[in-house]
Nanobody, 121 residues
């Protein structure tokens, strides 16, 4: 499985971005997918994940501002980010759940190249 993330950019605080992650292969509908982010000098951290039935789970820091969704027909998972803050800045990665603990970085694999999100104050 290969994952390709896109949609990042430079935005002012309070603005919005929509990230997309396209997966190769035919089994996308059977994958739990997650979004993570990594700020400079920090570890990669959990942002959100989506279940097979389309239910989103969020880190407390983004709850109420970000919305995850999936389109199985397009092999794509989205992350709608609203009310962006400077602390949301980082490289955003999508990953496929392959492990045991749902919100642990090392439970995800097939990382794509990531997409840069920069929020200016």
């Amino acid at each position: 499985v290969q994952l390709q993330a896109s949609g990042g950019g430079l935005v002012q605080a309070g603005g919005s971005l929509r990230l997309s992650c396209v997966a190769s292969g035919r089994a996308f509908s059977s994958y739990v997918m997650g979004w993570f982010r990594q700020a400079p000098g920090k570890e990669r951290e959990f942002v959100s994940r989506i279940t097979l039935s389309g239910i989103g789970v969020y880190a407390d820091s983004v709850k109420g501002r970000f919305t995850i969704s999936r389109d199985n027909a397009k092999n794509t998972v989205y992350l709608q980010m609203n009310s962006l803050k400077p602390e949301d800045t980082g490289v955003y990665y999508c990953g496929r759940f392959v492990g045991i603990t749902y919100d642990a970085t090392n439970s995800y694999g097939n990382w794509g190249q990531g997409t840069q999100v920069t929020v200016s104050s």
